[in-house]
């Protein structure tokens, strides 16, 4: 099952590219149905995950393998537990809505829903592989088709965006690939099976190190962590809106993701030693996203810039949970980071889905030419209040029980660390700022006749902002699947 | 010596073909010719698979059936196919069309010899046969640029053959044989097993466009017709690297040519991808990416005899090099030499527009195409044997790479605004068309069951 939801968008690219002719609402027809089904499939994964709880305790159920290139121990595996059953889940309900929400796209609708659909698969793949081989293919296979999303389908500057994201993110990657390769010929069987890799970690010492070294710079750039960062304001600002909520809502995660699954689980004694250091880069990127962030003037990479104090508070979580010798605690911080990914797929995706449509109607993201739009758009007005204060970490609302976690496992093990915590201020501050500026205050002439959102913007956006007031009220549900995995690690 | 010709009957069979070509040319038959001559080759590569896993020595231990020679066979004999089909397309209908067939062939031949080299004589054959057939193929159209360039291949091919016949006479002195197998004596020798290591670096590193070797390259393969460029960066190259992997096989690690030849690497990598950098026309901008490639080739080189990756990566790349290059010249061929040509075809042909970007981040090695899987195992081979230092630059590398390549993918989705551009002129033809497709499902093959080759190495 995990392979068949696995490759259906990628079946369902193919079998576009075959259809020839094909009108541009039949094209996204079949965007949105692909993603429906692979929907549905990661669904039937979650069931089958929360109706065996035991064997999420043991590591990865649900695995499915296949030799591939037997003679240097590489093999398709696939497979899922606590960590990345509720990212797929992110996954395919992202792009589902963004399939829905790109409905609009008139150029070259083909490729885009093609590449998209590419995407999809490679991002489920990422989150669902157990060989490093496997997961170093669909890592870069995203970056590939990311790349001639924003070359293809960008704004303004997008060609000098696109390919600094590119280069950026290929010199980002290749160090992983020296570490796959370290841990593979260090270990004792040649394997590249990651679930050999966590049970019994190859390296030791000083190679342990100069793996995790590798391993975090990698993640680093992809998450992104100050000063790595440069590369996601020009790419967010210059993807299309679609893209933007992908790579936010769903790309940045490969590298928390990474950092837990590689990083924590293959080098957990080298990560230990490290902690402090990966603490102390996850607090400035905290809190110098919040800072840059309220800098800004244009809304799009304003919440870029959110977005990396946001992976920033996660970066904390992680390095908490490597450092602390108290099980408890690190499942506590672990829970608290897999869930603010989770969140903050929802709500940064929220965010980018109303920019854009602000944008397909201003064709501006200037914050200072809007005002007073609560007026005139109230449904988009109001979402956007709701996205912002989950994202600000209002209680109630997707952020806050992720961030409480990770800020209350880091008050019990490094309690300097709290500072990071100025960073929900500053956010308040500048969410404050963006609200006023653009949607209270006198509103602007120019915008008088702007509509409030369509049939397929609300279809859009009302599920997420359904799940992110259900996760901040009741997140109990995918609590439990996390924990019974970050509970059960032990190192 | 009848066993011996039997394990020599896919060399044997090409040189009949030559010769079978050149007596069609002769009677003003080319087309005869080339049926002749694809017939041939593919009989060739068909006999080659039962000496799969063979390991032996063929006329007194100068010539190797092992790994490499039978791989380089399987690799290179199709390749040239494939690039006999680019060079009809390209100078079918010229009068002197049949001698390049045979001059392609027998480019091929002294390739594969240098694979199986176990001899230094052998060796100096492979190596000048392949130079002679070169010069003339470079000089074909015989204008100002094409007999500049042929010129200059030629004084360098003499120089640098001349320096290592020169260095061969030591390892002559010092071991009193010609057989590479009896290399090892020179172990208490260093300096004069060094000595001969350089002097047949310079002459493989000629061949193999090696840096500061490559000087000839980059003019040789913009004079001549795209299509012999194109054969010159896959055939002769691989013929030598595989030549350079039987020498230092035999040779005692006390010599220090893993130095050596990881130092040449770093700067044939890098050198390579900086000067592509900043080309315009196309075909040098693959010169020269050709010319790092092979750096990369050193890589599993360097790992020779210490890890058991070796091999395997060398051929695994060596093959994927030959489909995402050859077809990348291909479709070169289709479009034109220049940068600008280029531009909007990723619009106005979308299927061609795809197939080069699936060549060149081949090339760039972005899984999960071939060049991934070849780049990994090479990676692979060099750390095992202790050069993570090397590994970490190929690297840094592959990254400049990637803006080599997109220097070429860009403008293909470049929106011209400012005009409708006009319709690129492109040479429709059935022969490059099936040239580039056979190397688009080979890249895309080799990326993702590599298992394939790996099974038989």
């Known amino acids: 099952m995990v392979s068949l939801t696995l490759f259906l968008p990628l079946l369902g690219a193919i079998l576009l590219m075959c259809y020839r002719d094909a009108s541009t609402e039949n094209i996204h027809k079949i965007g949105i149905a692909t993603s429906a089904l692979t929907l549905l499939g990661t669904l039937w994964i979650w069931m089958r995950g929360i109706a065996e709880p035991s064997a999420m305790n043991l590591g990865f159920s649900q695995v499915e393998q296949l030799d591939w290139m037997p003679s240097i121990g590489a093999a398709y595996r696939v497979g899922v537990d606590g960590i990345s059953l509720p990212l797929i889940l992110l996954t395919a309900f992202l792009f589902l809505l963004t399939f829905i929400y790109s409905a609009k796209v008139r150029k070259q609708p083909k490729a885009f829903i093609v590449l998209m659909l590419v995407l999809e698969t490679a991002a489920i793949g990422t989150f669902t592989s157990l060989d490093a081989i496997l997961f170093y293919v669909f890592f870069e296979v995203s970056l590939v088709s990311m790349y001639f999303m924003i070359a293809g389908w960008g704004h303004e500057d997008r060609l000098r965006a696109a390919q600094m994201f590119f280069i950026y993110t290929l010199l980002g990657s290749l160090p992983l690939l020296l570490a796959i390769l370290g841990l593979y010929l260090g270990g004792d069987t040649q394997t590249f099976d990651m679930r050999e890799w966590i049970a019994n970690p190859p390296l030791e010492g000083g190679a342990a190190m100069l793996a995790l070294i590798a391993m975090l710079f990698t993640f680093a750039v992809k998450t992104p962590v100050f000063p790595f960062h440069t590369w996601l304001p020009a790419a967010h600002v210059q993807a299309p809106a679609a893209g933007s909520v992908i790579l936010a809502g769903v790309m940045l995660k490969f590298g928390t993701y990474g950092l837990v699954r590689f990083a924590l689980q293959m080098t957990p004694e080298a990560f230990r030693e490290a902690g402090l250091v990966v603490l102390t880069f996850g607090v400035v990127a905290a809190l110098y996203g919040a800072f840059a962030a309220l800098a800004q003037t244009d809304l799009k990479r304003l919440i870029a810039y959110t977005s990396i104090n946001h992976m920033g508070y996660i970066i904390v979580g992680v390095a908490i949970a490597a450092i602390t010798l108290d099980p408890e605690i690190r499942a506590i911080a672990l829970d608290g980071s897999v869930l603010q990914m989770v969140s903050h797929g929802l709500v940064t995706g929220a965010l980018f889905f109303l920019v854009g449509m602000l944008q397909d109607r201003a064709h501006t993201r200037e914050m200072g030419e809007f005002g007073g739009l609560l007026k005139t758009v109230p449904l988009l007005g109001w979402s956007f209040v709701l996205a912002a204060f989950a994202s600000l970490g209002l209680p109630g609302l997707a952020h806050f029980p992720a961030e409480f976690q990770i800020f209350l496992a880091t008050l019990r093990e490094v309690p300097i660390a709290i500072i990071v915590i100025l960073g929900i201020v500053i956010t308040a501050g500048l969410y404050l700022k963006a609200i006023s500026q653009v949607f209270l205050g006198a509103s602007n002439e120019k915008w008088a006749s702007m509509p409030d959102l369509d049939r397929r913007e609300l279809l859009t956006l009302s599920p997420l902002l359904f799940f992110i007031i259900v996760l901040g009220i009741a997140p109990g549900w995918m609590l439990d699947v996390i924990h019974q995995t970050t509970i059960a690690l032990n190192f | ?457």
């Open chain 2, 1 to 457: 010596m009848v066993n011996d010709l039997v394990l020599m009957i896919p060399e044997i069979i090409v040189l009949l073909t030559a010769i079978a070509v050149l007596i069609a040319e002769m009677l003003r038959q080319p087309r005869i010719g080339f049926i002749a001559a694809i017939a041939g080759l593919s009989l060739a590569t068909v006999l080659t698979i039962p000496l799969l896993g063979e390991n032996t020595t063929a006329f007194s231990e100068t010539f190797r059936i092992d790994v490499l020679s039978v791989w380089a066979k399987l690799i290179l004999l199709p390749a040239t196919i494939l690039s006999l089909l680019l060079l009809r397309a390209e100078l079918g209908g010229s009068d002197r069309e049949g001698t390049a067939y045979v001059l392609i062939i027998m480019v091929t031949l002294a390739s594969l010899i240098m694979a199986g080299v176990g001899d230094t004589m052998l060796l100096v054959l492979g190596v000048l046969l392949s130079g002679l057939g070169s010069f003339a193929l470079v000089a074909y159209p015989r204008d100002d640029k094409a007999t500049e360039a042929a010129m200059k291949y030629f004084v360098f091919a003499s120089v640098t053959a001349g320096v290592m016949i020169f260095g061969l006479t030591y390892w002559f002195g010092g071991t009193g044989s010609t057989l590479l197998n009896e290399l090892g004596i020179l172990e208490k020798s260093p300096v004069l097993a060094a000595i001969g290591f350089i002097a047949v670096l310079i002459g493989l590193g000629y061949k193999a466009a090696l840096v500061p070797f490559h000087f000839w390259a980059p003019d040789a393969y913009e004079g001549a017709p795209i299509s012999v460029a194109a054969y010159l960066s896959v055939i002769p190259k691989i013929g030598a690297i595989f030549a350079l992997a039987q020498v230092v096989r035999e040779l005692p690690s006390e010599s220090g040519w893993q130095w050596i030849i990881a130092s040449i690497g770093v700067l044939t990598m890098t050198y390579g991808y900086l000067a592509a950098l900043r080309q315009h026309n196309v075909v040098r901008l693959l010169a020269y990416s050709s010319i790092a490639q092979a750096g990369y080739l050193l890589l599993a080189v360097i790992a020779v005899g210490v890890s058991p990756l070796a091999f395997d990566s060398l051929i695994v790349f060596s093959a994927a090099y030959v489909a995402m290059n050859l077809g990348a010249f291909a479709i070169v061929m289709r479009l034109g030499r220049t940068l600008c040509k280029f531009k909007n075809i990723g619009f106005q042909q979308p299927f061609v527009g795809i197939t080069m970007v699936v060549f060149l981040i081949s090339l760039a090695g972005i899984p999960p195409l071939a060049g991934f899987v070849g780049k990994f195992l090479l990676f692979g081979a060099a750390m095992d044997a202790g050069f993570i230092w090397l590994v970490v630059i190929a690297i840094i590398n592959s990254v400049l790479s990637l803006a080599v390549y997109l220097r070429i993918v860009v403008p293909m989705y470049q929106q011209e605004t400012d005009s409708q551009t006009e319709k690129v002129l492109t040479v429709e033809n059935a022969l490059v068309k099936s040239a580039w497709l056979v190397c688009l499902i080979f890249t895309v093959l080799i990326g993702l069951a590599a298992q394939s080759l790996l099974g038989y190495v």
